[in-house]
């Protein structure tokens, strides 16, 4: 399984951006979905995950009613809507893919939950 990110770039705050994942050689409809953030000196931060069918999600406290995710199955993509960007969401944003495709309460925003990761895509946001 391959994971690609795009959609990074330079915005001020309260601006948005788009993120997309496009995996690749596997069961994409199959797998949980996730995006994670890193910033240096800092663990890896769970952002936000998807069920297999879109149907149930799951956000981070900082950045719930901010940011969406969403898929297509039919493209076999994964997408992070940011709005109201702040300073603070400055970071390196992974998508990754959990090929058991359970997406459980208790274990989503857990690095070790995922299998496969994208190559990250950077964020800045200006204060």
């Known amino acids: 399984v391959q994971l690609q990110a795009s959609g990074g770039g330079l915005v001020q705050a309260g601006g948005r951006l788009r993120l997309s994942c496009a995996a690749s050689?596997?069961?994409?409809?199959?797998?949980?979905m996730a995006w994670f953030r890193h910033t240096p000196g800092k663990e890896r931060e769970f952002v936000a995950a998807?069920?297999?069918?879109?149907?149930?999600?799951y956000y981070a406290d900082s950045v719930k009613g901010r940011f969406t995710i969403s898929r297509d199955n039919a493209k076999n993509s994964v997408y992070l809507q940011m709005n109201n960007l702040k300073p603070e969401d400055t970071a390196v944003y992974y998508c990754?893919?959990?090929?058991?495709?359970?997406?459980?309460?208790?274990?989503?925003?857990?690095?070790?939950?995922?299998?496969?990761w994208g190559q990250g895509t950077q964020v800045t946001v200006s204060s």
């Open positions: 050689g596997g069961s994409f409809s199959t797998y949980v």
């Open positions: 998807i069920s297999r069918s879109g149907g149930t999600t």
């Open positions: 990754a893919a959990d090929i058991r495709g359970i997406l459980s309460g208790g274990t989503y925003y857990f690095v070790d939950q995922y299998d496969y």
